[in-house]
């Protein structure tokens, strides 16, 4: 009797460890999971998909994913609230757009790359932050990390850390604010269709 | 297409960042701070001013005290890069095959090992200081003369990283200065200039030749530098060809990285400073108030619930960079 249960209780420990385990998981990594799996998916497909296959294949991957809205908002920043209802709609597009073709054409092959996430996910007030590796066979691994915000009862991405030290959106906000600060919106939204066009040739 | 075997990761991981990244760290969230003084939003409800919002703009951004000379040096950059620097960087990348150009970067790498050495001491780092020097040895001599990096190979398992003595000036507290691009050398800011131009003229001082020939810095300046451009292409792309601003970008993603690095020798890891920190207030939540009351009525804030305030809190908590936006608790 005894002997058994010292076999049985650790044996039925380990089975409801997995279980609870997979509970634990956090609500937030799930986009993560999403966007590094459609991601792997554009890069197998490389060139066999075309750049309009991957777009295709990877455009639902980042509206499903992403809060465009909120990362477009908080590109522009404050003067946002004093953008037309028109410009904002062009601009969140726009952005839309750009984010898309950014990943179609940067994720174009595969040469055994491979995601993993961070099982600790760190939460501060209404953000939480997930931690990845991008792991190459050849070159160092690369930390990646996302940060998302509850939209709708959904966990989106509102912001990606390159090398845990580089904001994207930080680095955005930067990007816009000249424009924005010498010619407004029409001039930002002018200046991204100029890139979409490039990108698209 | 962007990304080529060897660099292929870190290119995929710029390419992640869709944009922006190339090297930066956490200043740049600074203008970005002002983004979250933005308190007094009510004016909005005249949101037909919107196209022209053009509020003059002579400023420069924040640590850019130098922006309008900078803007020019990068244009000129920009120039020579166009007509010379890149194309010469990928012919020699297409012409000198890669054995010889990893050969002659691990040799430059590898004589400026000491230095790292000396920075991972003054840093009071005595185990990463070790290895250095461990690894110095190794590449030296089996490695012959540094020209094959068998210290990073997993006999020995002794990688090559960073140190420089402005990371040693950040280490001890002295801020970075303001920025500064030059032509041909890059983004840089004053600190790190200046301990680089100190730490160029310990070799040829303490060593003499042949560090202090003139062929020899041209050398090694010319071959690092094409070397540099041809790796780096990729990501140079992904980083600016998505840029509305490639002088801006370029700037915001140099000094988050610097800001990011200095952050980790001084407190250990660079999640002192949590990309958390920055409370990413919603500009359009604030909004929803105006909008409510002009159409949409209670739906907005419903469907909208991009909270507007979740930060205050985390905000008060950033001794780190990224807290410019601490003065906007007060309104």
């Known amino acids: ?201 | 297409m962007t990304i080529r075997s060897t660099t292929s990761a870190l290119a995929v991981a710029i390419a992640l960042l869709a944009a922006p990244v190339t090297a930066a760290p956490q200043s740049a969230p600074a203008p970005v701070a002002a983004v979250g003084q933005a308190t007094p939003p009510v004016v909005a409800l005249a949101p037909v001013t919107a196209g022209q919002a053009s509020v003059r703009h002579h400023h420069h951004a924040k640590g850019d005290s130098l922006e309008g000379f900078n803007r020019v040096m990068f244009s000129i950059h920009q120039f020579l890069d166009r007509i010379f620097l890149r194309p010469v960087s990928m012919a020699y990348k297409k012409i000198v095959p890669k054995v010889v150009r990893t050969g002659i970067r691990h040799v430059f790498s590898n004589v400026g090992e000491p230095l790292v050495f000396a920075n991972d001491l003054l840093q009071l780092k005595p185990k990463r200081a070790i290895r250095t020097l461990a690894r110095f040895g190794v590449n030296s001599t089996i490695g012959i003369g540094g020209l094959l990096d068998v210290a990073k190979t997993s006999d020995f398992n002794l990688p090559h990283h960073d140190n420089s003595f402005g990371n040693t000036l950040g280490r001890y507290g002295v801020g970075p200065g303001p920025y500064i691009f030059l032509p041909l050398v890059g983004p840089n800011t004053l600190r790190d200039f200046g301990a680089g131009v100190g730490e160029g003229s310990v070799l040829p001082l303490t060593v003499g030749t042949p560090f202090d020939r003139a062929e020899y810095q041209a050398a090694q300046a010319g071959l690092t530098g094409i070397d540099l451009r041809a790796e780096s292409d990729a990501e140079l792309k992904a980083l600016l060809g998505a840029a509305v601003d490639p002088y801006a970008t370029l700037r915001s993603a140099f000094l988050q990285d610097r800001a990011a690095t200095i952050a980790e020798l001084r407190h250990g890891t660079k999640q002192t400073s949590s990309p958390l920190d920055d409370p990413l207030n919603d500009p359009g939540a604030t909004e929803a108030v105006p909008a409510a009351s002009a159409s949409a009525g209670p739906a907005k804030p419903a469907t909208d619930d991009l909270p507007a305030d979740p930060a205050p809190p985390a905000d008060e908590k950033s001794a780190a960079p990224s807290a410019p936006a601490q003065p906007s608790p007060a309104p």
């Open chain 1, 1 to 201: 009797m005894i002997f058994s249960l010292r076999y049985v209780v650790p044996m039925v420990a380990l089975c409801s460890a997995v279980p609870l385990a997979a509970q634990a998981t956090d609500p937030a990594r799930a986009p993560v999971q999403t966007l590094n799996d459609g991601l792997l998916t554009i890069m197998k497909g490389g060139s066999a998909l075309g750049t309009q296959g991957r777009i295709a294949r990877i455009g639902p991957v980042v509206d499903q994913t992403f809060d465009i809205g909120l990362i477009t908002r908080l590109s522009v920043g404050p003067d946002w609230v004093k953008v037309a209802p028109g410009d904002q709609a062009t601009l969140v597009s726009a952005m839309r757009r750009m984010t898309v073709a950014q990943y179609a054409s940067n994720f174009s092959t595969y040469g055994g790359e491979s995601f993993s996430i961070d099982p600790r996910v760190e939460t501060r007030g209404t953000d939480k932050l997930v931690r990845t590796t991008l792991s190459a066979p050849k070159g160092d691994a690369v930390p990646i990390g996302y940060r998302l915000r509850q939209s709708g009862g959904k966990w989106k991405i509102v912001d990606v850390y390159y090398k845990n030290a580089i904001s994207q959106l930080a680095t955005r906000r930067a990007d816009f604010a000249s424009v924005f600060a010498k010619g407004g919106a029409k001039a930002l939204i002018a200046h991204l269709d100029d890139l979409a066009a490039k990108g698209g040739r």
